[in-house]
Nanobody, 127 residues
Framework: QVQLVESGGGSVHTGGSLRLSCAAS????????VAWFRQAPGNRREGIAV????????TYADSVKGRTTISQDSAKNIVYLQMDSLIPEDTAMYYC????????????????????WGQGTQVAVSS
């Protein structure tokens, strides 16, 4: 079992930045894909970035590419999501999720493929 706890959400104006954190605990010794998803009211859950916890390879959704960086502190078992140039369309609940990695890289995959989830952290961007 893996437990995930997100933090770092908040309210910013257009053009602002936020850094979200996802702290993992429990059975973190294996190979995992750790991803960030987001969900706005009325919308489906969207995967936006994923990182392989050992290889460090990353994948981004087109909607955030160039404005977002996923990274990790392996010693602390924390995955970060740095979001810059935020726009109102980025307003959503942001979730951290994890699944076992089969290959040395991670595709984004679908939310149903991730068995481990955090409780979410809210991001609100105003114009």
């Amino acid at each position: 079992q893996v437990q995930l706890v997100e933090s770092g959400g908040g309210s910013v104006h257009t053009g602002g930045s936020l850094r979200l954190s996802c702290a993992a605990s429990g059975d973190t010794g294996g190979n995992y894909c750790v991803a960030w998803f987001r969900q706005a009211p009325g919308n489906r859950r969207e995967g936006i970035a994923v990182i392989h916890n050992r290889a460090g390879k990353t994948t981004y959704a087109d909607s955030v590419k160039g404005r977002t960086t996923i990274s990790q502190d392996s010693a602390k078992n924390i995955v970060y999501l740095q979001m810059d140039s935020l726009i109102p369309e980025d307003t959503a609940m942001y979730y951290c999720a994890a699944r076992r990695a089969v290959f040395p890289g991670c595709s984004m995959g679908y939310s149903a493929q991730y068995p481990y989830w955090g409780q979410g952290t809210q991001v609100a961007v105003s114009s």
